[in-house]
């Protein structure tokens, strides 16, 4: 684990938000990954059968531990999408949410 997350002001300077961020991100990177790993794994072999293994999965998304607040989670999706490298679905699983179904056009 870094230092700076053990020892909040390693530097003499004081916590900023960005600080406190890129810390999370730290921690997350450094510290939890691996665990989550391993958390997903044993819990796919305890719980879910060979065969079921090919349609269902366990999956730790640590987007919710990144995201600060849902205004601020919602603008970067509204980015993502005026920008075009999301899709309205994409961003849809990014909140475990199924995709929209198909539109079927009554204009024909």
């Not at 060979?50 to 999956?59: A, M, N």
Request: glycine share 4%; with cysteine.
């Amino acid at each position: 684990m870094p230092i700076h997350l053990v020892q909040s002001n390693v530097s003499g300077t004081s916590r900023t938000y960005a600080n406190a961020e890129t810390s999370a991100l730290d921690f997350l990177k450094f510290t939890l990954a691996a665990w989550l790993a391993r958390i997903e794994s044993a819990v796919s072999f305890a719980c879910i059968s060979p065969l079921e293994r090919r349609q269902f999965y366990v999956e730790y998304l640590p987007d919710a531990l990144l995201a600060t607040d849902t205004a601020g989670r919602y603008a970067a999706y509204q980015t993502g999408l005026e920008a075009g490298f999301l899709t309205v679905d994409e961003v849809r699983k990014k909140e475990n949410l199924p995709a929209l179904p198909e539109r079927v056009s009554t204009l024909t």
